[in-house]
């Protein structure tokens, strides 16, 4: 699943993109009201993570432009301000929680979580399917003709990625952009290595085989047989 982070102060986006992350969600981390915004606009997201006091834009003022262009991406506040009227005025501006700072990572996650259970019904699904390969996003069980796949996080998050683009060639750059870190040196095999280990699951012991390589261009997931 994917993310939206929009928090100014370095400390604690760093704090929230690493327990995201080792969760196996892919994050997207904006340092100011405005690129939050046109990230928010242009990119599909499950939940975002809204900080209120932010440089250019404040989160408030972003949120309420989200909703005024129709994008429902469920939003979480983050604020050093916790009074009840402070409280009230962001979910009037289209916030869907509200969570005071400081805070513990294990709320925020859990109040993410629950926030894309109660929207996945109108937006993202919580499971992916191609042939007889299947994901639940949940849960993060995979399964292949009914057999369960152990996967690593990173592992977990590659395939989501694929399964998401299914049929579809999907870059190294692209892969880099969305598994790893965007500063992640490209020059490394760090994706073949992945790739091949994930194919070993996914594919060994299957007559058709569901990872092609597209020599020069990428990767796909899709049925060749």
């Not at 939940?47 to 309420?64: H, N, R």
């Not at 400081?102 to 996650?109: D, I, M």
């Not at 579809?168 to 280990?197: A, G, L």
């Amino acid at each position: 699943m994917r993310l939206l982070l929009v928090e100014d102060d370095p400390k604690i986006a760093s704090f929230i993109l690493k327990g995201l992350k080792a969760e196996g969600y892919a994050v997207d981390h904006a340092a100011d009201g405005q690129e939050g915004l046109a990230m928010a606009l242009t990119e599909p997201y499950d939940a975002a993570v809204v900080d209120v006091m932010l440089p250019k834009l404040d989160g408030l003022s972003l949120i309420e432009r989200m909703r005024k262009e129709k994008v429902n991406t469920p939003v979480i506040i983050l604020s050093a301000r916790g009074s009840v009227d402070d409280r009230v005025k962001g979910l009037q501006m289209g916030g869907d929680d509200y969570l005071p700072k400081p805070f513990a990572f294990s709320e925020l996650l859990a109040r993410l979580q629950a926030l894309i259970r109660r929207s996945s019904g109108l937006s993202e699904p919580t499971r992916l399917t191609y042939g007889d390969l299947a994901m639940n996003l949940l849960t993060r069980e995979v399964t292949r003709g009914g057999k369960k796949i152990e996967l690593q996080r990173l592992e977990f998050a590659l395939l989501e990625y694929l399964m998401r683009n299914a049929g579809r060639v999907v870059s190294k750059t692209m892969i880099m952009e969305h598994v790893w870190d965007y500063n992640f040196d490209p020059q490394t095999n760090v994706v073949e290595s992945r790739i091949c280990r994930l194919r070993d699951k996914i594919d060994r012991g299957f007559d058709k085989k569901l990872i092609q390589t597209v020599r020069g261009v990428g990767y796909a997931l899709k049925d060749v047989s």
